[in-house]
């Protein structure tokens, strides 16, 4: 293949890449690129396609960069699309300003080689650099060193810049910049899980991953949260400290204080609700759930992996609290009671197969065992 095939310009520059080959580390810096690369192409899709809420599927995968060899001198590492672009239909896109582009992978490196370019000249980020990708420069460049640098360009070299280390601060600064420490809760699926580091990835409805830091928090994720090989598993709740971008977009959490299936969360907030209510809310009698009996409600819950998707709280009229949920033609009640007691019954079809258990003090280890298996013993 001639060189106009290449995909565009790789070269790193300095003292230590005079030498033949090229440094082992230094090839983390094209595995970043690609990643910027890709998400850059997903947000110019949902940029062009406003009513798609996820960008266009296998996008990633389809985006295949192949390192075919290393020039001369400094480490210039030739790159090419690999053969399954080939067999790819053609991705046409006409940006805002009426250009046309082959296909996303090519205006993506074009975008990033104008960012580089214009954070180096301290203007900031070009306008049409989608904003949610600026925190994928975090790694870029972090292999270099002083007196090296990266150059970037299309093949045609319409589109060049370099970065360095003094850039790639810039792109730290702007990064720190656009994010802010707040208190967030983001619903999603758990699509990767690394319990020796504490780090854990969220797939929002968008499409988005986001990086969750839980190991210092002291808490477990279990790996029934976990998504299988087709991304499917169970909703889940995270919530704790994240960095969240000036426009709002969330981009990793640092701190996580929870991650609860989503059907839990809607209980615990209807115990909230419930939480409101006064004395007299049924009739002259009828009395408010009581706080103690709220607080031992959370408490239980929240030690809970998950709960039955029609697992609903009601107020009892005695200040006490009453949860109904059904299995086949099996319904469940569980009181927890205004005097401390823990009441739990399992209706069969046949009335003479009904049983119930009562316990005059809450009992952690039962509950548990009566709302996640049914067991009464």
């Given at each position: 293949m001639a060189d106009d095939d290449r995909f565009g310009l790789f070269k790193l520059e300095g003292e230590r890449f005079e030498?033949?080959?090229?440094?082992?580390?230094?090839?983390?810096?094209?595995?970043?690129?690609?990643?910027?690369?890709?998400?850059?192409?997903?947000?110019?899709?949902?940029?062009?396609?406003?009513?798609?809420?996820?960008?266009?599927r296998h996008l990633d995968r389809n985006f295949d960069l192949r390192l075919e060899g290393v020039d001369q001198g400094s480490s210039d590492l030739v790159i090419r699309r690999g053969v399954t672009a080939e067999v790819l239909k053609p991705v046409v896109s006409a940006t805002r300003d009426g250009t046309i582009f082959s296909d996303y992978y090519d205006e993506s490196r074009d975008l990033v080689a104008d960012a580089v370019h214009s954070v180096a000249a301290g203007n900031g980020l070009p306008i049409n650099f989608p904003r949610k990708s600026i925190a994928k420069f975090r790694n870029f460049g972090r292999t270099?060193?002083?007196?090296?640098?990266?150059?970037?360009?299309?093949?045609?070299?319409?589109?060049?810049?370099?970065?360095?280390?003094?850039?790639?601060?810039?792109?730290?600064?702007?990064i720190a910049d656009e994010a802010q420490a707040a208190r967030q809760e983001v619903a999603g699926r758990l699509v990767e899980l690394d319990t020796e580091r504490g780090v854990f990835h969220l797939r929002?409805?968008?499409?988005?991953?986001?990086?969750?830091?839980?190991?210092?928090?002291?808490?477990?994720?279990?790996?029934?949260?976990?998504?299988?090989?087709?991304?499917?598993?169970?909703?889940?709740?995270?919530?704790?400290?994240?960095?969240?971008?000036?426009?709002?977009?969330?981009q990793r959490f640092t701190s996580v204080s929870a991650v609860r299936r989503v059907g839990l969360d809607d209980v615990l907030q209807k115990l909230d609700v419930i939480s409101h209510l006064q004395d007299g809310w049924l009739d002259r009698t009828s009395h408010a759930?009581?706080?103690?009996?709220?607080?031992?409600?959370?408490?239980?819950?929240?030690?809970?992996?998950?709960?039955?998707?029609?697992?609903?709280?009601?107020?009892?009229?005695?200040?006490?609290?009453?949860?109904?949920?059904?299995?086949?033609?099996?319904?469940?009640?569980?009181?927890?009671?205004?005097?401390?007691?823990?009441?739990?019954?399992?209706?069969?079809?046949?009335?003479?197969?009904?049983e119930d258990r009562n316990l005059s003090a809450f009992e952690s280890g039962a509950f548990r065992r009566f709302v996640t298996d049914g067991q009464l013993d």
């Open positions: 030498a033949a080959g090229v440094p082992v580390e230094a090839l983390l810096e094209l595995v970043t690129y690609r990643s910027l690369l890709v998400d850059v192409a997903k947000q110019c899709y949902l940029r062009d396609n406003p009513d798609r809420e996820r960008s266009k270099l060193e002083p007196g090296s640098r990266l150059r970037l360009a299309s093949p045609s070299g319409s589109h060049s810049a370099s970065l360095d280390v003094n850039v790639r601060e810039a792109f730290l600064a702007l929002t409805s968008d499409g988005d991953r986001i990086p969750c830091l839980y190991g210092f928090s002291g808490i477990a994720v279990p790996n029934e949260l976990l998504a299988d090989e087709n991304g499917d598993g169970p909703l889940v709740t995270v919530e704790g400290e994240a960095l969240v971008s000036s426009e709002g977009t969330i759930v009581s706080d103690d009996v709220l607080r031992r409600a959370r408490s239980a819950l929240k030690d809970l992996d998950a709960v039955p998707e029609d697992f609903q709280p009601a107020p009892l009229p005695d200040g006490g609290l009453r949860f109904e949920w059904a299995r086949g033609h099996v319904e469940y009640v569980l009181e927890f009671e205004a005097d401390g007691g823990l009441y739990m019954c399992r209706l069969a079809e046949s009335a003479d197969q009904d």
